[in-house]
Nanobody, 127 residues
Framework: VQLQASGGGLVQAGGSLRLSCAASGRRISKYGMGWFRQAPGKERDFVASISMRGFETQYADSVKGRFTISRDNARNTIYLQMSPLNPEDTAVYYC?????????????????????WGQGTLVTVSS
């Protein structure tokens, strides 16, 4: 499966963005999905993940209550709604897919648990 992330950009603190990750090659209904991010000079970190069926989700503590992951299996796309944003959210955001989880199982926060990665989209939050 190929993943293409989009929707990044420059936004002021307190603003909102919605990232999209469009899949091609296979139906994403067969994959648990996740978002990760890598801030300048830092390691890539987990942001959020969602089960195949879309009802189970988990979030990093740093984004809980501000970000929402969702999926539209019919459109073969997942989303990350982010609001309100703060400068610490500045990073390249990556979407990822795993075939190693069950239908109602939320993927883990471990990068090694994901099999496929998109190219990333840059989010810059100004203060």
């Amino acid at each position: 499966v190929q993943l293409q992330a989009s929707g990044g950009g420059l936004v002021q603190a307190g603003g909102s963005l919605r990232l999209s990750c469009a899949a091609s090659g296979r139906r994403i209904s067969k994959y648990g999905m996740g978002w990760f991010r890598q801030a300048p000079g830092k390691e890539r970190d987990f942001v959020a993940s969602i089960s195949m069926r879309g009802f189970e989700t988990q979030y990093a503590d740093s984004v809980k209550g501000r970000f929402t992951i969702s999926r539209d299996n019919a459109r073969n796309t997942i989303y990350l709604q982010m609001s309100p944003l703060n400068p610490e959210d500045t990073a390249v955001y990556y979407c990822a897919a795993t075939s190693r989880t069950g239908w109602a199982e939320v993927p883990s926060q471990i990068q090694g648990g994901f099999d496929y990665w998109g190219q990333g989209t840059l989010v810059t939050v100004s203060s």
